[in-house]
């Protein structure tokens, strides 16, 4: 009496083609969804931009904040001369 595995692995010699394997789309079709949802992204990015919005109050705080770095790249510079 021969016995038969009940889960048959694929062998070489199955003369079915490559896509036509569960596993085959187990595997690739993860990174395949992942690819196609960061190119969706990418277009929903560039089609709808976020604005950006600055105030004259947010400038004059940016550069007063900036000012010791400005000091310290300015010394810097210069060698240390004032």
Known sequence: ???TPANP????????PWWRFKMMWLVVGGPLVVVVA???TLALALKHPDEVIQT???VEADQAAQAPAMQGRNHAA???VK
């Open 56 to 58: 004259a109050d947010r």
């Open 78 to 80: 210069t060698g240390g």
């Open 1 to 3: 009496m021969s016995r």
């Open 9 to 16: 692995t694929p062998s070489a010699r199955d003369p079915r």
């Open 38 to 40: 960061s190119f969706v």
